[in-house]
Structures are given as structure tokens and as C-alpha cells.
């Protein structure tokens, strides 16, 4: 069973970055409602994605994701909701915890992962659990489910963070 101290020390650096100690609680609530619904064990058992072979650990995707989200955050002088930014930057892949299955010996898309994509149950968790429109947006928006809506800045941040990790993960294959 994952524990909130879990992913409180997993993302420990990340939090910090939250402000809002209720938002920060909130982040923490959906990894561990993922991780019981999706029947993980461990966060570290969690794979990157499914698309690339070996893609490491999930959580450490999600860090550099956050971790870069940080960094076009510290460049930028427009009005950016840091708080949101890292909020959607640490969920924005947690609804693979309820897409993804270990089964024979291998990791699979799971029955509810076939009918909604992780941008899609990540969202509706989020909801379910109380995090504000703007985060739940930056979790929706993150992949190609976003391309048809207007993108707030922090999920524009969120969303080519994502697929810079993806993109060099792919070529090195
Ligand atoms: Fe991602």
C-alpha cells in the first residue's frame, strides 16, 4: 500500500514549490487514491509509458517534468501561477496509475486505461478529489487530448515539458 509519506518523500523537493498547503495536501490525496484504485503496491513499480521499451519509473518522469516545468518558470516574467504549474506538473501523468496493469509478466493498458487515457481518468480524479479547474485542466491538457482547447500558460509549460522528456526518451531508443 503507498502511504501519503510515500509521495511526500518521492516528490519531496517538488512540494515544497506548492505554497498553498491545501493544494499541496490535494496533490499528495490523488497519487495515493490513484495508487489504491490502480492496486499499486509501490510507486516505484510504475512504468514511464508504454510506448517506448524500458522508459524507467514513472515517478521519475514526473520529476523531470516538474523539475522543467521549474525551470521555464524561473525564466519567464509573466504572470504564472507557480502554484498550478507544479500542482499539474506532478499530476499531470497520475491517472496512469489507474491505466496501467502488471498482468503476465508485463505491463498493459487495464481495461478502465482502454476506455479513458491517463489525461482523461487523471482529470476526472482530480476533480473527483477537489483540485481547482486549473489544475484539472493542466492534467487534461497535458497530451493530445489539450490540442483542441485554449491552453492556459501553465499548461502550455506542462504540456511541451512532457513531450520533450517523451521525444528525447524516443531517440535514444
Ligand atoms: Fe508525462
Known amino acids: 500500500m503507498v502511504e501519503r509519506s510515500d509521495i511526500e518523500a518521492v516528490f519531496s523537493k ?16 490523488v497519487w495515493k487514491e490513484a ?56 499530476l499531470h501523468d497520475v491517472g496512469k496509475l489507474l491505466e496501467y496493469e502488471y498482468k503476465d509478466g508485463e505491463f498493459v493498458k487495464c481495461d478502465y486505461g482502454k476506455k479513458f487515457r491517463h489525461p482523461v481518468s487523471g482529470a476526472l480524479l482530480a476533480k473527483e478529489l477537489g483540485l481547482p479547474d486549473e489544475v484539472v485542466l493542466i492534467i487534461y491538457a497535458h497530451s493530445h487530448e489539450g490540442d483542441n482547447l485554449k491552453r492556459s500558460p501553465e499548461a502550455v509549460i506542462v504540456n511541451h515539458s512532457d513531450f520533450i522528456d517523451f521525444e528525447i526518451k524516443k531517440a535514444l531508443v
Do not use: M
Open 35 to 90: 495508487a489504491y484504485r490502480g492496486c499499486w503496491k509501490s510507486l516505484d513499480d510504475a512504468p514511464f509509458t508504454l510506448l517506448i521499451k524500458d522508459s524507467g519509473k514513472l515517478t521519475d518522469h514526473t520529476k523531470r517534468i516538474t523539475n522543467l516545468a521549474k525551470v521555464i518558470y524561473d525564466q519567464r516574467q509573466e504572470n504564472i501561477n507557480l502554484d498550478f504549474l507544479i500542482a499539474g506538473a506532478l
Open 14 to 29: 517538488e512540494l515544497q514549490w506548492i505554497k498553498d498547503d491545501f493544494l499541496k495536501n490535494k496533490v499528495v490525496d
